[in-house]
């Protein structure tokens, strides 16, 4: 049997679409993540799809809530995490979805921070007081300084407290804080500093995060400056904190002859802040 060429070839480019359209998957666009800071504390979530389906949330591969068993694009829930425990301050979470044709789409893994810890487990054994105290005490460790000024090196300590945390999209990360800094430069001519400064906070591969930032700085006896920053976030430390080093470059306008340069090394943490 002669089999005509043209037939021959719109059949195959019909079956390549048909194969196609069954392979693809379900785009699932995410528009808010977060975690109240507020109690109750609520995990919002809402996202909509290429195309009408049922969905549902699992969490920390844990908890598996429905957020509609009808064929919907758009999708929300608020999720209540009172009665939730968490064995880490990053909670994983993964969205699946069906169509009406039974297929199944899982997202890829997303994450979001809890802005508390009352509800995080600590590990088994451990004492939760012993635990809390231990936290405290290195969200107070100050950090080592190292001062150049006058070509002089002088060594410090340093203490570096975030005030109030800015999120830009819900409550997944931070993307800059305002924060209170002390330090003490012992044997320099000018030994006590105080100042206020922002940073703007980038979340790259590899490493935790790169931070640049801005400060002004008194001694409350007539030494006021600038301080231009960077700080490179280099690895987590026990979840909630991240270790870090930073570089700053300090100046008075009118008197360059007091320019001076900073390296440290410290523990930076953001659940004690005030969250907006």
């Known amino acids: 049997m002669k089999i005509n060429p043209t037939i021959f ?16 998957e379900i785009d699932i666009f995410i528009i808010n993540s977060f975690v109240t800071p507020e109690v109750p504390h609520i995990f919002s979530l809402s996202f909509f799809t290429s195309e009408s389906v049922k969905s549902k949330v699992v969490i920390d591969e844990k908890y598996e809530i429905i957020i509609s068993d009808k064929y919907l694009e758009d999708h929300s829930t608020e999720i209540d995490f009172t009665d939730y425990k968490f064995v880490k301050e990053d909670v994983p979470y993964v969205i699946i979805v069906e169509d009406e044709s039974g297929k199944k789409t899982v997202s890829e893994i997303n ?18 007081i012993t635990t809390l105290l231990f936290g405290i005490g290195l969200w107070l460790l100050p950090s080592p300084n190292l001062v150049v000024y006058q070509d002089k090196n002088y060594f410090g300590i340093t203490k570096e407290i975030p005030i109030i945390t800015f999120y830009s999209s819900g409550y997944a990360k931070p993307s800059g804080n305002i924060s209170l800094e002390y330090s003490h430069v012992y044997n320099a001519p000018i030994p006590d500093f105080l100042r206020v400064g922002y940073k703007q906070i980038y979340y790259v591969d590899y490493i935790e995060f790169i931070s640049p930032g801005v400060s002004t700085f008194t001694n409350f006896n007539g030494f006021n400056g600038i301080g231009a920053e960077v700080s490179v976030g280099l690895f987590k430390f026990f979840d909630a904190f991240t270790v870090y080093s930073k570089y700053r470059f300090n100046f008075q306008p009118t008197k360059t002859e007091n320019n001076f340069h900073e390296v440290s090394l410290g523990l930076y943490s953001h659940f004690l802040t005030i969250d907006l």
């Not at 979001?112 to 939760?128: M, R, W």
């Open 111 to 128: 994450e979001i921070i809890l802005p508390y810890d009352e509800f995080v487990e600590t590990k088994e054994g451990s004492n939760p």
């Open 9 to 24: 070839m719109a059949m195959f480019f019909i079956s390549i679409i048909s194969y196609s359209q069954e392979a693809e």
